[in-house]
């Protein structure tokens, strides 16, 4: 058995917050830059909750552990591990808040809430879970958005997103078409699939359907914009051909979906 290890930074869209939290920024928190890659979200709203779903064995949530931060419980598949806090009398970056290891390996829900009361916070650095599969060797490959392997609807799609320049390879495709959609199809032993684009104001709300499985719907829109974030991972594929189809669906004019890159993990 081979394992590899994902790592999600807290402004993906595959972690999905409720309406109490926020960005932390500079502007507010002169201690931002501790985080990784200076950016994390956080809520001091009792009962607020941040869910993400992986398919693997084990998880780590990361944070701080802060002088202003409480109590949090962890619902793993439905199950509560109360108790836990992120109360420190020294301020502590990059911490784990809670992991769990030995899980079957199969999809997995985990939601972190705040169950802190007087505004006291939680907040949330990066998620990485661990996925086990079959065999001894892998191979990732990166997959360009100009790769004929992409098939863009056409002519909704353009090759100049905002800040082209800092996307992978300096290449990306953008659309700003309600229901304009974009699909991978790969023909290897896929064992893993990530796609990667950018989350900012001027981003949308899309869907992402893989095979013959129901569209799941994500939303990239952010306070800034981040360039090479992942905005969708599957794993456990197998072999055979698979299609990824994304569908931009904005909800004010002009948003856009842009995509970067994909990586493939395969046998």
Do not use: C
């Not at 990530?194 to 095979?211: E, H, K």
């Amino acid at each position: 058995m081979s394992s590899v290890s994902f790592l999600v930074d807290d402004k993906s869209p595959l972690i999905h917050y409720d309406l109490t939290w926020a960005p932390g920024n500079s502007g507010d928190d002169p201690l931002a830059d501790q985080y990784f890659r200076g950016t994390f979200q956080t809520s001091n709203v009792t009962g607020s909750v941040a869910t993400f779903s992986f398919n693997g064995t084990a998880f780590w949530i990361y944070g701080a552990k802060r002088t202003n931060h409480g109590t949090y419980t962890v619902t793993v598949d439905g199950a509560n591990f109360a108790g836990n806090t992120g109360q420190s009398n020294v301020n502590l970056f990059q911490q784990v808040l809670f992991n769990q290891s030995g899980l079957t390996q199969e999809l997995h829900t985990v939601s972190i809430t705040n169950t802190a009361t007087g505004n006291l916070y939680v907040d949330i650095d990066m998620v990485t879970w661990k996925t086990e599969f079959s065999g001894t060797q892998l191979i990732t490959e990166a997959v360009d958005d100009a790769d004929p392997r992409f098939q863009y609807q056409e002519p909704a799609w353009n090759t100049n997103p905002t800040g082209v320049n800092l996307f992978n390879n300096g290449t990306g495709h953008s659309t700003s078409v309600s229901g304009a959609s974009v699909t991978l199809t790969f023909t290897v032993s896929a064992e893993s699939q990530n796609i990667f684009g950018t989350v900012g104001p001027g981003n949308s709300l899309y869907t992402v359907s893989l095979d013959s499985q129901q569209a799941v719907q994500y939303n990239a829109t952010a306070y800034l914009t981040f360039y090479e974030v992942m905005l969708y991972h599957a794993d456990n594929l197998g072999s055979g051909q698979h299609q990824l189809t994304l569908i931009n669906l904005p909800e004010i004019n002009g948003q856009t979906l842009n995509i970067d890159y994909a990586l493939l993990t395969s046998r």
